[in-house]
Nanobody, 122 residues
Framework: QVQLAESGGGLVQAGGSQRLSCAAS????????MGWFRQAPGKERDFVAG????????FYGDSVKGRFTISRERAKITVYLQMNSLSPEDTAVYYC???????????????WGQGTQVTVSS
């Protein structure tokens, strides 16, 4: 079992920046991919960003492209989400996830963190 622990959430003003961290622990980490999702009140959970663990390639949801950057630190089994130019629409609970790549190429997210709240004030 893999445990994921997010940190770095909080209150930030519009236009500001915030960095989230997610540390993985537990049995030998063998996930292919890690990523971030978010869920605003009354809305579905949306994909934010992902990173392939071995090669480091990244991919983003359309709403955050150009503003958010995902990165990883392999030695610490930690993934980061640097969020810039934040707006109130970015207010949500942000969840870290880890998973594998299916033979079809689709991602299967098997493990989830508890989530961390990010609130952007106008």
């Amino acid at each position: 079992q893999v445990q994921l622990a997010e940190s770095g959430g909080g209150l930030v003003q519009a236009g500001g920046s915030q960095r989230l961290s997610c540390a993985a622990s537990g049995r030998t980490f063998s996930s292919d991919v890690m990523g971030w999702f978010r869920q605003a009140p009354g809305k579905e959970r949306d994909f934010v960003a992902g990173i392939r663990w071995s090669g480091g390639s990244t991919f983003y949801g359309d709403s955050v492209k150009g503003r958010f950057t995902i990165s990883r630190e392999r030695a610490k089994i930690t993934v980061y989400l640097q969020m810039n130019s934040l707006s109130p629409e970015d207010t949500a609970v942000y969840y870290c996830a880890a998973g594998r790549v299916r033979t079809t190429g689709q991602y299967e997210w098997n493990y989830w963190g508890q989530g961390t709240q990010v609130t952007v004030s106008s």
